[in-house]
Protein backbone atom coordinates (compact mmCIF):
# COMPACT_ATOMS: atom_id res chain seq x y z
CA UNK A 1 0.00 0.00 0.00
CA UNK A 2 1.10 3.05 -1.22
CA UNK A 3 0.10 6.57 0.93
CA UNK A 4 1.36 10.55 0.30
CA UNK A 5 2.25 11.79 4.25
CA UNK A 6 2.47 15.83 4.00
CA UNK A 7 4.75 17.62 6.29
CA UNK A 8 1.69 18.68 8.59
CA UNK A 9 2.92 16.35 12.06
CA UNK A 10 4.75 13.25 13.14
CA UNK A 11 4.00 9.96 11.72
CA UNK A 12 3.71 6.84 13.84
CA UNK A 13 4.57 4.57 11.06
CA UNK A 14 8.00 4.79 10.80
CA UNK A 15 10.61 2.53 12.27
CA UNK A 16 14.25 3.21 12.32
CA UNK A 17 17.15 1.41 12.87
CA UNK A 18 20.62 2.98 13.19
CA UNK A 19 24.11 2.35 14.92
CA UNK A 20 27.94 3.73 14.64
CA UNK A 21 31.50 2.64 15.54
CA UNK A 22 34.69 4.71 15.92
CA UNK A 23 37.92 2.98 16.69
CA UNK A 24 41.39 4.98 16.77
CA UNK A 25 45.18 3.95 16.79
CA UNK A 26 46.50 6.03 19.89
CA UNK A 27 50.09 5.22 18.86
CA UNK A 28 49.63 5.91 14.97
CA UNK A 29 46.74 8.44 15.12
CA UNK A 30 44.62 6.32 12.20
CA UNK A 31 41.02 5.87 12.81
CA UNK A 32 37.97 5.09 11.29
CA UNK A 33 34.13 5.90 11.65
CA UNK A 34 30.99 3.82 10.45
CA UNK A 35 27.80 4.67 10.77
CA UNK A 36 24.60 2.93 8.64
CA UNK A 37 20.89 3.32 9.60
CA UNK A 38 17.95 2.40 7.86
CA UNK A 39 14.57 3.98 7.99
CA UNK A 40 11.14 1.98 6.58
CA UNK A 41 7.72 3.68 6.26
CA UNK A 42 5.95 6.64 5.30
CA UNK A 43 7.66 10.03 5.63
CA UNK A 44 7.39 13.52 6.16
CA UNK A 45 8.20 15.83 3.02
CA UNK A 46 7.60 19.32 1.72
CA UNK A 47 4.86 17.76 -0.49
CA UNK A 48 4.03 14.22 -0.86
CA UNK A 49 6.50 11.17 -0.50
CA UNK A 50 5.60 7.50 -1.48
CA UNK A 51 6.36 5.09 1.16
CA UNK A 52 9.90 4.18 0.61
CA UNK A 53 12.40 2.17 3.01
CA UNK A 54 15.71 4.17 2.95
CA UNK A 55 19.25 2.67 3.90
CA UNK A 56 22.39 4.75 4.26
CA UNK A 57 26.02 4.43 4.82
CA UNK A 58 28.89 6.55 5.79
CA UNK A 59 32.42 6.00 6.20
CA UNK A 60 34.92 8.32 7.47
CA UNK A 61 39.39 7.54 7.96
CA UNK A 62 42.09 9.27 8.56
CA UNK A 63 45.14 9.97 10.42
CA UNK A 64 45.54 12.47 13.71
CA UNK A 65 49.04 13.23 14.52
CA UNK A 66 51.22 16.71 15.44
CA UNK A 67 53.36 17.15 12.95
CA UNK A 68 53.60 21.01 14.31
CA UNK A 69 53.86 22.17 17.72
CA UNK A 70 50.90 24.38 17.56
CA UNK A 71 48.48 21.28 17.70
CA UNK A 72 47.19 18.48 16.07
CA UNK A 73 46.68 17.85 12.59
CA UNK A 74 43.89 15.92 11.16
CA UNK A 75 43.41 14.68 7.81
CA UNK A 76 40.36 12.13 6.64
CA UNK A 77 38.56 10.94 3.71
CA UNK A 78 35.07 10.07 3.26
CA UNK A 79 32.02 7.92 1.85
CA UNK A 80 28.70 8.02 1.79
CA UNK A 81 25.93 6.10 -0.23
CA UNK A 82 21.50 6.12 0.37
CA UNK A 83 19.92 3.53 -0.96
CA UNK A 84 15.89 3.85 -1.78
CA UNK A 85 13.72 0.64 -2.24
CA UNK A 86 12.77 0.30 -5.53
CA UNK A 87 14.99 2.98 -7.38
CA UNK A 88 18.27 2.01 -9.53
CA UNK A 89 19.53 5.44 -8.54
CA UNK A 90 22.08 5.94 -5.52
CA UNK A 91 23.06 8.82 -4.17
CA UNK A 92 26.63 9.24 -2.77
CA UNK A 93 29.19 11.43 -1.79
CA UNK A 94 33.22 11.15 -1.03
CA UNK A 95 35.15 14.00 0.98
CA UNK A 96 37.98 15.16 1.96
CA UNK A 97 39.21 16.98 5.14
CA UNK A 98 42.07 18.84 7.11
CA UNK A 99 41.52 19.79 10.60
CA UNK A 100 44.35 21.91 11.93
CA UNK A 101 44.11 22.73 16.73
CA UNK A 102 45.19 26.03 17.51
CA UNK A 103 46.27 25.14 21.18
CA UNK A 104 47.74 28.08 22.34
CA UNK A 105 44.08 29.92 21.39
CA UNK A 106 41.84 26.44 22.04
CA UNK A 107 40.78 27.07 18.04
CA UNK A 108 40.43 24.64 15.45
CA UNK A 109 40.60 26.03 11.64
CA UNK A 110 39.09 23.35 9.10
CA UNK A 111 39.09 22.73 5.18
CA UNK A 112 36.59 20.53 3.57
CA UNK A 113 35.84 19.35 0.22
CA UNK A 114 32.46 16.93 -0.56
CA UNK A 115 31.50 15.76 -4.21
CA UNK A 116 27.57 14.68 -4.34
CA UNK A 117 26.70 12.33 -6.65
CA UNK A 118 22.67 12.71 -7.55
CA UNK A 119 22.48 9.01 -9.49
CA UNK A 120 24.57 6.35 -10.78
CA UNK A 121 25.61 7.74 -14.18
CA UNK A 122 27.75 10.24 -12.52
CA UNK A 123 26.05 13.30 -14.20
CA UNK A 124 24.52 15.14 -11.35
CA UNK A 125 27.85 15.86 -9.71
CA UNK A 126 27.77 18.58 -7.18
CA UNK A 127 31.02 20.11 -5.58
CA UNK A 128 31.23 21.73 -2.26
CA UNK A 129 33.78 23.26 -0.31
CA UNK A 130 33.88 24.75 3.51
CA UNK A 131 36.47 26.43 5.29
CA UNK A 132 36.22 27.77 9.23
CA UNK A 133 37.32 28.21 12.63
CA UNK A 134 35.58 26.72 15.80
CA UNK A 135 36.50 28.46 18.85
CA UNK A 136 36.74 26.22 22.32
CA UNK A 137 35.60 28.27 25.23
Known sequence: ???AVFLTGLN?????LAGSASVKHMTSG????????????????????TRT??????????????PF??????????????????????PGMIG????QAWDAVAMDTYLAWRQFDMDDTHSDKVNTFMAGARVKF
Open 1 to 3: ENK
Open 69 to 90: SVGVTTFYGEWAQLKAEGETEK
Open 53 to 66: DLTGYHVQAGIEQK
Open 12 to 16: NRVSV
Open 30 to 49: LFANVAAGKVDGEFLALGPM
Open 96 to 99: AGLV
